[in-house]
């Protein structure tokens, strides 16, 4: 069992930045990839970013709207893993969710992923 927290959403300007955290409990953290969604009102919830296994090299993947704007990345002395958001827009605005997946990478789809977390809401005025 893994328990994941996301924490570091709130409300920005377009054009700023956030760094979300998912903070990882149980077992070893680097067993897993990590990876980031997000759900916006109305809609499904859609890929943002993962990162493979530790020991793998930590490989990633972007979803083509975030690629150049948002960058994953994963500490494993702390069991957290960050999405740092730069050159926010209005579009992505949404709940984002961490989630971790024992499937080896490309890990893009919701149904690889076998803990979630309860979400953090990230909210991009105009």
């Known amino acids: 069992q893994v328990q994941l927290v996301e924490s570091g959403g709130g409300l920005v300007q377009a054009g700023g930045s956030l760094r979300l955290s998912c903070a990882a409990s149980?077992?070893?953290?680097?067993?897993?990839?990590m990876g980031w969604f997000r759900q916006a009102p109305g809609k499904e919830r859609e890929f943002v970013a993962a990162i493979s296994f530790s020991w793998n090299g930590g490989s990633t993947n972007y979803a083509e709207s975030v690629k150049g704007r948002f960058t994953i990345s994963r500490d494993s002395a702390k069991n957290t893993v960050y999405l740092q958001m730069n050159s926010l827009k209005p579009e992505d605005t949404a709940v984002y969710y961490c989630a971790a997946s024992t499937s080896r990478p490309p890990i893009v789809r919701r149904g690889q992923y076998d803990y979630w977390g309860q979400g953090t809401q990230v909210t991009v005025s105009s």
């Open positions: 149980g077992r070893t953290f680097s067993t897993y990839a």
